[in-house]
């Protein structure tokens, strides 16, 4: 990873992968999605959230499954056109993605939490890891049923799967599982930090569960 206070001349190509990886990341599928449904805006429903969770309480699961699969698919388009030019552009263009989806610069910084685009950009640079978050998310979902605490225990499992699969060719091209475990903190540390609310109603047993319909704000992962 080059010198962010480096030569501009040498830096700039790893600024504009962060870049392009924001704005990827920044495509609000969620709200366009159901805006093209009918369903007016999305942040007048439920928490206001513009992610997966608040687009299945509109009631349609088909266009609540449409927005993971758009939601994940950017950030790994993200990281595999980043790939063509070396592990450090996919970092940053992942990275970029997450910060895209949690705050776009379209809709004034307030985006989602970055669940279905972390599982997509972990899948294009260590799918091992990405499906064992995957399982991870989901086994807690179905014990529990509380969407917030699936991505909670997900995002902090995925740095200990990298860890753990450090000695397995768990990436893509060519990034190391160093660069690979770096990512999933930083991943991990944004999803917590986006889902503060959530944690404070989890302490106080008010956090509501999977399809339960809500007026409160910031419900679930997005």
């Known amino acids: 990873m080059p ?3 480096g030569s501009f001349d040498y830096t700039w190509p790893y600024y504009a992968a962060a ?3 924001y704005l990827l990341g920044s495509i609000p599928f969620g709200l366009l999605l159901t805006r093209a449904a009918g369903h007016g805006d999305i942040r007048q429903i439920g928490s206001g959230n513009i992610g997966t969770m608040n687009v299945l309480r509109t009631g349609n699961k088909w266009l609540a499954l449409a927005t993971v699969l758009l939601d994940g ?3 790994a388009v ?3 056109a980043a790939g063509y030019f ?3 552009f996919q970092v940053l ?3 970029g993605a997450l910060l895209g989806h949690c705050f776009p610069v379209w809709l004034r910084f307030r985006g989602g939490k970055a669940v279905a685009t972390a599982l997509g950009v972990l899948l294009a640079m260590a799918p091992l890891v990405a499906l064992l978050v995957a399982l991870a998310w989901i086994v807690t979902a179905v014990l529990f049923r509380i ?3 699936s991505s909670l225990v997900a995002a902090a499992l995925a740095p200990v799967y990298a860890y753990l699969l450090a000695d397995i060719a768990i990436g893509t091209w060519f990034l190391s599982s160093l660069q690979i475990a ?3 903190v930083f991943m991990a540390v944004l999803i917590w930090v986006m889902h503060y609310a959530n944690i404070r109603r989890l302490i106080q047993g008010k956090e509501p569960r999977i399809g339960q319909r809500t007026k409160a704000e910031n419900n679930g992962p997005g």
């Open 93 to 95: 263009a992942g990275g």
């Open 182 to 184: 770096e990512f999933c």
């Open 73 to 75: 698919g950017k950030g």
């Open 19 to 21: 870049v392009i990886g």
């Open 3 to 5: 010198d962010p206070l």
């Open 78 to 80: 993200a990281v595999l």
């Open 86 to 88: 070396g592990p450090d």
């Open 147 to 149: 969407g917030s605490l």
